[in-house]
């Protein structure tokens, strides 16, 4: 099975550019920019990531942030999270990356995109690595700096499909970003929302409902309200989950308490990403092997993961065709 995991096409749709950070790069960047960090070793940095609930990782995510200051940062950042992708047969990945998080602090926003598209061209043409690129605003700051984001977003329309929203999800509501989102889809963006990661059921209709999201990121919490799961099921809104992340952050105490298989067999297009792997120790055949080790999955169900994440992607049908043939075979061939 572990071989069957590591091989089977995978589509990631969660994944946080700036939660690819290795600690190696961490330390190699902080030392090419003389930025200074709280660290000297690369087991000083794994001995901080104990996190006890979303906040307790923010903290630390947006302190390793700092040390990424020019393009090639953002470019060598984002070629070591595609080379992974290769690794784990990941064939087409849609990225978040979190732009107030480096405006705040002085970064232009071009630098920070211009680096990550980059990278993300090389990957079409040298890896087979097809992407979208997906810009979130921090939910921690204010309408107006999201605003200016927005802003700053028009010029890069053509390398930017949606925008999403993350960050500390409790004490700020999804209305607080509702005049925003209505700007970005008459811009012509798509849009994403985090939800019921460790918020109530109630954030994911919000998200529906005031953002017009064509997915939900996380979602887990979907479960405290029957006849939203019924909703999700019937309208194949699909969830973006992150098991690694769940478990790191005590969503769920243990992998066996993870509900996301019984949102599969339910129907739900659930999706397994991995969110923050460099922080929450797993890309995504970690994620795989870490669900299919708690709950004995089937290869039909596990390749269903990978056929969920096709229909909830933003590529095109016939890319989407493809992908789906392509998985098929896979499927056929090991079974
Ligand atoms: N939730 C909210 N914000 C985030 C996350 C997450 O899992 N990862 C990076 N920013
Ligand atoms: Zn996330």
Known sequence: MKEFIQSLPKIELHLHIEGTLEPELML????????????NSIA??????????????????????????????????????????????????????DPQAHTERGICFDIVVNGIHRALVKATTELGISSKLIMCFLRHLDEESAFKALESAHVHKDKIIAVGLDSTEVGNPVGKFERVFKQAIEQGFLTVAHAGEEGPAHNIHDALNLLQVSRIDHGVRCSEDENLVKQLITERIPLTVCPLSNIKLNVFEH??????????????????????????????????????????????????FTFNAIDASFISKSEKKQLKMLTQRYLDLHQ
């Not at 999706?271 to 709950?295: E, K, Q, R």
Request: proline letters at 2%.
């Open 28 to 39: 190699e960047l902080a030392e090419r920019n003389n930025v200074r960090i709280p660290f």
């Open 44 to 97: 000083e940095i794994k001995n901080a990531y104990n996190f006890h609930n979303l906040q307790s990782f923010l903290d630390i995510y947006f302190q390793g942030a700092d040390v990424l200051i020019n393009e090639q940062d953002f470019f060598d950042l984002t070629w070591a999270y595609l080379l992974r992708c290769q690794e784990d047969n990941v064939l087409h990945t849609e990225v978040f990356f």
């Open 255 to 304: 992998m066996e308490l993870h509900n996301i298989v019984t949102l599969l067999r339910r129907g739900v297009c659930v999706t397994i990403n991995s969110d923050d792997p460099a922080y929450f120790g797993g890309y995504m055949t970690d994620n795989f092997l870490a669900v299919n080790d708690a709950h004995s999955l089937s290869k039909t169900e596990l390749a269903q």
